[in-house]
Nanobody, 115 residues
Framework: QVHLVESGGGLVQPGGSLRLSCAAS????????MGWYRQAPGKEREMVAL???????KYRESVKGRFTISRDNAKNTVYLQMNNLKPEDTAVYYC?????????WGQGTQVTVSS
């Protein structure tokens, strides 16, 4: 079993920045795929950024150049640095981890971008 705990969401003005963190515990491996998804009201959950095998990174097109995903294996933590936030980034952000073929999700953290 894998347990994921997110932190770092909040309210920010357009153009502002936030950093999300996701700490993992339980049966985890440094080879796990991990990252972030988001879900806005009335929309489907969508991939934002992933750290793939061999530390290859994958980003949603609309966040490229603004968001940066990183991981700290010593702390079992994955981060999402979000810069130049836009109102369309408003959503609940979910931490994701795939361990040995099983998907695990955090409880979600709200990010609201509004003036």
């Amino acid at each position: 079993q894998v347990h994921l705990v997110e932190s770092g969401g909040g309210l920010v003005q357009p153009g502002g920045s936030l950093r999300l963190s996701c700490a993992a515990s339980g049966s985890i491996s440094s080879d796990d795929v991990m990252g972030w998804y988001r879900q806005a009201p009335g929309k489907e959950r969508e991939m934002v950024a992933l750290v793939l095998i061999n530390d290859n990174l994958k980003y949603r097109e609309s966040v490229k150049g603004r968001f940066t995903i990183s991981r700290d294996n010593a702390k079992n933590t994955v981060y999402l640095q979000m810069n130049n936030l836009k109102p369309e980034d408003t959503a609940v952000y979910y931490c994701y981890r795939n361990h040995w073929g099983s998907n695990y999700w955090g409880q979600g953290t709200q990010v609201t971008v509004s003036s």
